[in-house]
């Protein structure tokens, strides 16, 4: 007859100050989200926005001034003869947009596709543009959207909000990578094969069902790959060389760095201080800048972008192959110290010779 065995003791309860501990770092933890997402945006105001004038040196002066009075800081001109260098300028993702005074009667120039918070901008001062005309006159200000949004996401919504599953689906493929899957080569592989179909696919919903993007598919596909690569596979490195610490410090830098001062939902001129030359430097605010590129401007405008995020993947690749060749040199040097038999009859200990 099976007797069963008696329970364990109940466990004692954890002691009121690791309780303590406990709200402290999560109230903590959230405090630090809060902060990461909702600064950015709460901060956000135009600051050295580059856009274009042009127009006669006397005439730009006076719009220049406009601006200046009207939100000091705020943008940092270039001053072009006509309109065919200020369009120029737009299409090469130099300027946000122009304010164009060459012709006599004012007009602003704009590229809802670069950013289109700066083209609400744009447009919110057209009106006190009319005051750069002679005797004081307003005149009606026309305003033109160079390079809009697709009409079916005239607010470009889909890109914006495609900013967070782009860094996650880098974060995810890192994290289940070092789960499921052993070997170097092989994570590496694994992680640039997700990067190639999780582009496709992605690229595909954005462009196709929800209208968000135009410009060449493959082109679309290939900055989202990209990204996705750059993300996970500096993430894998880290992770390889420094464990979990690694994985940690890559998530945070991609999750509640890169993310939030990414800039792709506004401009990362708006983004207050160094915080947007930061964003850009990290691989969600280089991959949206790059897919902007792709969609809008058929590539013009994306070195920089493809040099931050082909230097992420190279480091990440590096750290990959790094950690693996000091895994198989400490299983050399262990393997030195092991003799295995022989044969059956051998022994661990050698006999002596007379």
Sequence with gaps: MAVQAPLAADTPPSPWPTVARAVVLLTASMSVLLTAFAWPSVRSSVHDVPIAVAGPAAAVEQVSTALGQRLPGGFETAEVADTAAAERLIRDREVYGAIDVSSGTPQVIMASAASAAVAQTLHSVATALSQAQAQG??????????????????????????????????????????????????????????????????????????????????????????????????????????????????????????????????????????????????????????????????????????????????LGVVLCLASGLRARRAATVAAGFVRTPSSPASTTFATPTR
């Design 137 to 314: 006159t307003r005149t009606a200000v026309a305003v033109r959207d160079l390079i809009p949004l697709p009409a079916d996401d005239p607010r470009g919504a889909g890109l914006a909000a495609g900013a967070l599953p782009l860094a996650m689906g880098g974060l995810l493929a890192a994290l289940l990578l070092t789960r499921l899957v052993r070997g170097t080569a092989r994570r590496v592989t694994g992680a640039l094969a997700f990067a190639i179909t999780g582009g496709l696919a992605v690229a595909a919903i954005l462009q196709f069902w929800f209208g968000s993007l135009t410009g060449a598919y493959w082109g679309n596909s290939g900055a989202i790959a990209l990204t996705i690569a750059a993300t996970s596979l500096s993430i894998l490195g880290l992770e390889s060389l420094l464990g979990y610490v690694g994985f940690g410090l890559g998530a945070v830098a991609m999750m509640l760095i890169g993310n939030p001062l990414s800039g792709t939902a506004t401009a990362p001129e708006m983004l207050p201080g160094w915080s947007g030359i930061l964003g850009q430097l990290l691989p969600p605010g280089a991959g949206g800048q790059l897919l902007r590129s792709t969609a809008f401007f058929d590539g013009r405008g994306a070195t920089h972008s493809v040099i931050v995020l082909v230097t992420w993947l190279t």
